[in-house]
């Protein structure tokens, strides 16, 4: 515990120099208050629409490391205090509406999805303003909104559900905090919930670097029982009316789940202290879906992957890994801009390779840049061709990694162990 202290410290410095420090005390109580919205456009096009404020009995997130100034997430949102106009919060994230936009469909319609944000409750009028990444990779202000703490409008928290311990390590200001739930589970079907929980923590902690970061992670579960037992499967004319509303099939990719209302998560997973929201989907059928800052799901039941999946897709949603591997759906091309630098830890147009100082770092002083794909680099960090979605243009780290592929490979490789070790030392500070 001694040297996860120190390294706490030390990335608490990297990640925080520029940011000034806010005092929780002054500025927030200890519980959350949550912006529900509707995220909504096309392609070209992007809006967002007010629905709600709602209150969260808990704060499960840190109480120092409150600005983010890691640039990492396609969107980023920040409170900024009414009277000082001082930023007292802020977090990158992802959306499920911001991938849509690189679909067909959304050349042809409008959609709108409901999402929303939560950020410490706030001890005094501020106002919430939010941001997307331009055309060049920059963040252009996209809403405005003022907040009224006190306001009688803000909707108290009902609690519904029991909620339960999975793996619990510590007090939450302090920890990661996972909370896992139930998609497909009938009334009769909770032991088999608890059951893909505890192989849940199990696979997690069982993969570096999450194996060494155990005492900084806690894992807690809410049981929300469906309606019916099993999963949507709109490609395969199955439908099935559940607590979460998953379905297989999104933007017509067969093994792509996702949820499309995030503020039905939202509703359950208030019922304990959350930084990451986890679904297990009660199902055989490989797949799921991970968004950095949003949410992660996954099949909790595939005979062969199960495990190898959660722990992929909980890299997408922890801090925005990037798929690795080429190819997989009809709309790949347009998922990156190759003449600017991704914002991902572990992809790169070599644009400004200069800001992947992790990657970097862990190169060899003879590695050449780009990295043949041969046999006498086989284990060691390079920058080989082919990576999200696209095999010209884009660079991965490693020739293989359980970003890019389960078959053959047991762990991430040493920059998305790093990229990741990083980030939750400094989640904990």
Request: hydrophobic fraction near 35%.
């Amino acid at each position: 515990m001694k040297q996860i202290l120190t390294l706490v410290a030390t990335i608490a410095v990297a990640f925080g120099a520029t940011a000034q420090e806010v005092r929780f005390e002054e500025f927030f109580f200890d519980r959350s208050m949550r912006f529900d919205y509707y995220h909504s456009g096309n392609s070209q096009t992007e809006q967002i629409f007010f629905d709600e404020l709602k209150e969260e009995p808990y704060w499960g997130g840190s109480k120092r490391s409150l600005i983010d100034t890691t640039d990492l997430g396609n969107h980023l949102f920040r409170i900024v205090d009414a009277a000082s106009g001082r930023v007292i919060y802020s977090r990158g994230f992802c959306s499920l509406f911001n991938e849509w936009q690189k679909t067909p469909e959304a050349y042809r319609v409008n959609r709108s999805y409901p999402e929303s944000v939560i950020f410490p409750y706030p001890k005094k009028a501020c106002r919430i303003e939010f941001y997307s990444r331009d055309a060049k990779g920059r963040f252009a202000e996209v809403y405005k909104q003022d907040i009224a703490p006190d306001s009688y409008w803000v909707e108290r928290f009902a609690p519904r559900y029991e909620a339960f311990d999975v793996a619990y390590h510590g007090a939450h200001a302090n920890r990661v905090d996972i909370v896992l739930l139930p998609e497909g589970y009938s009334e009769g079907e909770r032991a088999k919930f608890e059951e893909a929980c505890r192989y849940f923590a199990e696979s997690m902690f069982s993969f570096a670097p999450y194996d060494k970061l155990k005492p900084m992670i806690n894992i807690r579960a809410v049981w929300a029982p469906s309606r019916e037992s099993g999963v949507t499967i709109p490609g395969e004319g199955v439908w099935r009316e559940t607590a979460c509303d998953a379905n297989f099939y999104t933007f017509d990719s067969e093994r792509y789940q996702t949820v499309s209302d995030q503020q039905r998560l939202r509703d359950m997973a208030g019922h304990v202290p959350y930084d990451y929201i986890y679904v297990l989907s009660n199902t055989q059928k490989y797949g799921g879906g991970g968004i950095f800052n949003f949410y992660g799901i996954s099949a909790a039941h595939n005979p062969g992957f199960t495990g190898k999946v959660y722990i992929h897709e909980f890299g997408h949603l922890l801090l925005g890994l990037g798929d690795e591997y080429v190819g997989n759906t009809a709309y790949d091309e347009t998922m990156y801009d190759t003449k600017i630098e991704p914002w991902e830890p572990n992809v790169t147009s070599l644009v400004d390779f200069d800001k992947k100082q992790i990657w970097k770092s862990l190169l060899g002083a003879n590695t050449p840049v780009p990295t043949p794909t041969t046999e006498a680099y086989r284990d060691k960090v390079g920058v080989y061709e082919g990576a999200g979605y696209i095999p010209k243009g884009l660079y991965r780290p490693m020739q293989n990694c359980l970003m890019n592929s389960f078959r053959g490979v047991e762990d991430f490789c040493p920059v998305c162990q790093k990229a990741i070790e990083e980030y939750i030392l400094w989640l904990c500070e």
